[in-house]
């Protein structure tokens, strides 16, 4: 079984412009999460899809979106990109009614 | 309240060794419990998950131990090995809240040979 796909893998922006990252989570699974890791906040919670809706978001500004398809691909934007967002960005998916998250190998943004 | 606390940032042990990482929450409506391992370039897995019911849970070499009363609960890899190097996250959530864990800090073990 394929694992949780992220694309892509590495990209370079300047500050000020927009970045889209998508993934492909593992078949069957419906929910799809985003996290953003970097050295001096961790791992945060970004939003949570499940059946095309945003279920749950973390405390970041309105920048950051998100949206899921119905074959549960999702794709999460950042509009208007600042230093700070330079990180690696995570998806997820998991089986409703399991706690397990399936992580990507995430998509590593520098912003310049 | 959201907080969960992870210590030691990063710890090195002898091949052999018992590494112990120990995690302190806030929020008492957390129920779930997990910890995750990160290799380099790579992203978490879930190792071994335990929920407040039970004090402690073992799954071959690692085991969670839960004090629901001080909000604490810690990671103990057994016979460690220098395959076992990598970042550990302990985390937490409410069942309620769908795929959104709290994550601790992260912990990197060094397992020398």
């Known amino acids: 079984k394929a694992g949780v796909t992220q694309t892509p893998r590495y990209l370079i922006k300047t500050r000020g412009q927009q970045v889209t990252l998508s993934c492909s989570p593992i078949?069957?699974?419906?929910?799809v999460s985003w996290y953003q890791q970097t050295p001096g906040q961790g791992l945060q919670f970004l939003f949570e899809y499940f059946s095309e809706t945003q279920r749950n978001k973390g405390n970041f500004p309105g920048r950051f979106s998100g949206r899921q398809f119905s074959n549960s691909r999702s794709e999460m934007n950042v509009s208007t990109l600042e230093l700070g967002d330079s990180a690696l960005y995570l998806c997820a998916s998991r089986l409703l009614n399991t706690g397990e998250l399936f992580f990507g190998e995430g998509s590593r943004l520098t912003v310049l | 309240q959201q907080q969960v606390k992870q210590s030691p940032q990063s710890l090195i042990v002898q091949k052999g060794g018992i590494p112990i990482i120990n995690c302190a929450y806030e929020n008492t409506a957390f129920d779930y419990f997990p910890w995750y391992q990160q290799f380099p370039g790579k992203g978490p897995a879930l190792l071994i998950a335990i929920r407040p019911d039970v004090s402690e849970k073992k799954e071959g070499r690692f085991t969670i131990s839960f004090n629901k009363s001080a909000k604490q609960f810690s990671l103990h890899i057994m016979d460690s090995q220098p395959g076992d190097s990598a970042t550990y996250f302990c985390a937490a959530s409410r069942e309620t809240s769908g795929s959104r864990l709290t994550f601790g800090e992260g912990t990197q073990l060094t397992v020398n040979p």
């Open positions: 078949s069957g699974h419906r929910s």
